[in-house]
């Protein structure tokens, strides 16, 4: 048996007779056996000294795409659960319009908006109603500003990070962002159910 480095191949000349690569390097049949078994366990061979060995391949660095885009997966699964589908955060912008013109309004109780008045239920009254879909609003503003705040300051961090070749301290922080994402949206709309 041979093994040719450049052609990352091995040659039985059983088989291919004396059209052997001019860098094969003869091998015993054990040693064959020996660097299939490596490479089915995702290692390389590589010639050192003459002769072919195992190693294991270099650790994947992430790039700063594959870093920052789990981030941003990070916030789009945390808005997703929020707001739930788009047409989910469209009837809650539409409820946080009304229940604030009906605060503004000052509670008239005979103009009570729809999407309030669905929400005057289990002894609510339309003034709490109202107030609650805005308190609910409010939280849900603040968690979509705590979500682009962080995802943006931590993705600029972590390109700088990258340029200086700190590529565990940007994974560190990204792992981190992920986590203050999460934590931003814990109990607010959708994700308190």
Partial sequence: MFYSEK?????????????LPADAIEITRQRH?????????GQ????????????DPPAHVPTVE???????????????????DPL????????????QAFADAGYPADAVPRTVAAWAINGRTAQQAADSILAEAAAYTEALYVIRE?????????????AAGEVEQAQ???????AAIEAAVAGVGNAAA
């Avoid at 052609?7 to 059209?19: K, L, M, N, R, V």
């Avoid at 390389?44 to 190693?55: E, K, S, Y």
């Avoid at 870093?67 to 659960?81: E, G, N, Q």
């Fill in 7 to 19: 052609a990352g191949a091995f040659y039985d000349p059983a088989i291919h007779g004396e059209a």
């Fill in 44 to 55: 390389r061979v590589v010639v050192q000294a003459g002769l072919p060995i195992l190693i």
């Fill in 66 to 84: 594959e870093v920052c885009t789990r981030i941003d997966t990070a916030a789009d699964t945390a808005r997703a659960r929020v707001a739930g």
């Fill in 88 to 99: 989910r955060a469209v009837e809650y912008d539409r409820a946080r319009i009304e229940a």
């Fill in 33 to 41: 056996g020996e660097l299939l078994g490596g490479l089915a366990r």
């Fill in 172 to 178: 560190q922080l990204a792992e981190q962002t992920i």
């Fill in 150 to 162: 962080t995802r943006l300051a931590a993705k600029e961090q972590i390109r700088t990070l990258m």
